[in-house]
C-alpha cells in the first residue's frame, strides 16, 4: 500500500490545523487499520522535508532530530511517522517513510512556487515573493521521485525512513531566473515579507537512499523546468 494521499501545504495548514490533524493524522491511521485488516505486508508513508524545521545542521539527514516542527503540517507528517512505526512494531508490517523534498514537474499542484510563478510570468502579471530571495529549496523533479517510490515498494522491510530529493538546494531568486530562462520572459516581482512556517532551507542528504534503494536523481533543474513549461504551454492551449 502506497499513501500518499494528504491534505498537504504549509501555510494553508496555519490556517486550517483542525483539518489538517484530521485528514493527516486520521486519515493515515484509517490507511493503516486497512493495511492490518487485509494483512499488507508493505506500507509506504509520504512524508515531507517540512519534519526539519529550521534544522541549522544541512544537509538534512534521517538521523537528525525532528521534535521541532514549525507548521502544523510539518507535525502531522511526524506524527504520520510515528503512527507508521507503532503499527510496524505491533503488526509486522514493513514500513517505509519517504520524506520527499519540494517535488516540481508536469500536473504539479498550482499552489506551489514553480507553477505559480511560470503562470503568472507567463502572464504577465506580478509574482508575490515572500523575503528577499534568499531562502533555499531542495527542488526534486517528478520522475526521479518516482522512482524513489518503486525502490521504495522493492525493498520494504522493516521501519526505515529515506530522504528523496535533488541535493542540490538553490536560492528563491535563482530559481526565479531559471524559470524566467525556460519561459523566455522577464518576472514581475511583488516582495512580500516573510511568511510564518517557512523554514529558512531544505537540503536532502540522500545517501541511505543512495545506498539502500539504487536512489540516483537525475534530472537537472533546467531539463525539469523545461519539461514542466512544455507541459504547462500545452494545458493552456487545451
Known sequence: MVHLAAKAGVRPSIADPVSYMDVNINGTVVMLEAARKHNVKKFIFASSSSVYGNNEKVPFAETDNVDYPISPYAATKKAGELICHTY??????????????????????????????????????????????????????????IDG???????????????????????????????ERALGKKAIIDRRPEQPGDVIQTYADVNKAVEQLGYRPQTELADGLTQFVHWLRNEQKG
Open 149 to 179: 517510490v518503486t525502490a521504495a515498494i522493492d525493498r520494504c522491510a522493516g521501519y526505515e525512513i529515506y530522504n528523496l530529493g535533488e541535493s542540490r538546494p538553490i536560492r528563491l531568486d535563482a530559481l526565479i531566473a531559471a524559470i
Open 88 to 145: 510496524g512494531h505491533l503488526y509486522g508490517i514493513g514500513m517505509t517513510c519517504l520524506r520527499f523534498f519540494t517535488v516540481y514537474g508536469p500536473r504539479q499542484r498550482p499552489d506551489l512556487a514553480i507553477h505559480k510563478f511560470a503562470r503568472l510570468i507567463e502572464a504577465g502579471k506580478p509574482i508575490p515573493v515572500f523575503g528577499d530571495g534568499s531562502m533555499r529549496r531542495d527542488f526534486t523533479y517528478i520522475d526521479d521521485i
